[in-house]
């Protein structure tokens, strides 16, 4: 088993930190969060039917690309103990079989009294936008 990440405490946030992962989506992938999800929509799982879409090829379900975001945030920035309180999500472009998805999350305001941080997020490919949102996060303080 991989060593746990460290976190970030929230004294340790800053506005503009930033942190990023990649991911290249194979139909595997597809397949297992289909699995996980329940969601088995053919426009993800049928190549034949996603064929007569206006994709033209199966496309990678959007939430692949948040749960993403939520990696990012679970083992990179804040790391773990941070909780999620919300997210926002805004689809801009399919993702599809080969895509190499990269997702940054970037500190966008910090809420002291509450240790709470808000969050830009994006997933891109090739330098483009593919989803974007904010999240609002508790982050840990530092153990006294």
Known sequence: MADTPNSVYFEDLSIGLEASTSNTVTADVISVFADVSGDHNPVHVDADY?????????????????????????????GP???????????????????????????????????????????????????TGEAVLMVPSRPA
């Open 50 to 78: 996603a064929a007569g879409t206006i994709f033209k090829e199966r496309i990678a379900h959007g939430m692949l690309s948040a749960a993403y975001i939520s990696a990012v945030f679970g083992m990179k920035l804040p």
């Open 81 to 131: 103990g941070a909780i999620y309180i919300s997210q926002t999500l805004a689809f801009k472009a399919p993702v599809k079989i080969g895509d190499e998805v990269v997702t940054t999350v970037k500190v966008a305001e910090l809420v002291p009294e509450k240790k709470r941080a808000r969050f830009d997020c994006v997933c891109t490919i090739n330098g483009k936008p593919v989803v």
